[in-house]
T-cell receptor, first 117, second 109 residues
Framework: GAVVSQHPSRVICKSGTSVKIECRSL??????MFWYRQFPKKSLMLMAT?????????EQGVEKDKFLINHASLTLSTLTVTSAHPEDSSFYIC?????????????FGEGSRLTVL | GQNIDQPTEMTATEGAIVQINCTYQ??????LFWYQQHAGEAPTFLSY??LDGLEEKGRFSSFLSRSKGYSYLLLKELQMKDSASYLC??????????WGAGTKLIIKP
């Protein structure tokens, strides 16, 4: 099946610094990638939809200047958490949809656990 | 509004069968996904239903009734590794996945 690679899987940073998370589709092209945030024992929360070659679409309540998304190619989207604070500590997951697929199945990355000290 | 309703937690015995129900209300409908998520990991795809009826895939089966806004995931011959959360996620008219909180399934020996 299709593979989505997310990096880093774990990152610890100091408050005030910025952290970049990469999401790559390894064996398929994805015009659209999705970024989620998940708190412990909670549902996935869609943060934004990343569109190749254009600006991301952010969900209500998500600060676009705080969570910068770049989708520069059909296989790579990045999420940058700027000026991170302890409340940004969470599990961030990306997913991608194979543009050639017929079910629209989403393929998920492994997730990135961010801890801000 | 859009809403997903699944039991919060279920417990079953190894080797048994369990059915996880999901009712949903969405703005339009383009199918429904079931995902499995182990603690601390990303979800993995289990099934996709767009037509009414039962889809069988090995030990897992998924059922959909569009008129009732209802789906279930059936797991047979339960194994300890099946202990996980199971997420029901319908696709709305904008092809947006609507996520519920999931059902935590605990398997006991």
């Amino acid at each position: 099946g299709a593979v989505v690679s997310q990096h880093p899987s774990r990152v610890i940073c100091k408050s005030g610094t910025s952290v970049k998370i990469e999401c790559r589709s390894l064996d398929f092209q994805a015009t659209t990638m999705f970024w989620y945030r998940q708190f412990p024992k909670k549902s996935l929360m869609l943060m934004a939809t990343s569109n190749e070659g254009s600006k991301a679409t952010y969900e209500q309540g998500v600060e676009k200047d705080k969570f910068l998304i770049n989708h520069a190619s059909l296989t790579l989207s990045t999420l940058t958490v700027t000026s991170a604070h302890p409340e940004d500590s969470s599990f961030y997951i990306c997913s991608a949809r194979d543009i050639a697929g017929d079910t629209g199945e989403l393929f998920f990355g492994e997730g990135s656990r961010l801890t801000v000290l | 509004g859009q809403n997903i309703d699944q039991p919060t937690e279920m417990t079953a015995t190894e080797g048994a069968i369990v059915q996880i129900n999901c009712t949903y209300q969405t703005s339009g409908f383009n199918g429904l996904f079931w995902y499995q998520q182990h603690a601390g990991e990303a979800p993995t795809f289990l099934s996709y239903n767009v037509l009414d009826g039962l889809e069988e895939k090995g030990r897992f089966s998924s059922f959909l009734s569009r008129s009732k806004g209802y789906s279930y995931l059936l797991l047979k011959e339960l194994q300890m590794k099946d202990s996980a959360s199971y997420l029901c996620a319908p696709w709305d008219s904008n092809y947006q996945l609507i996520w519920g909180a999931g059902t935590k399934l605990i398997i006991k020996p």
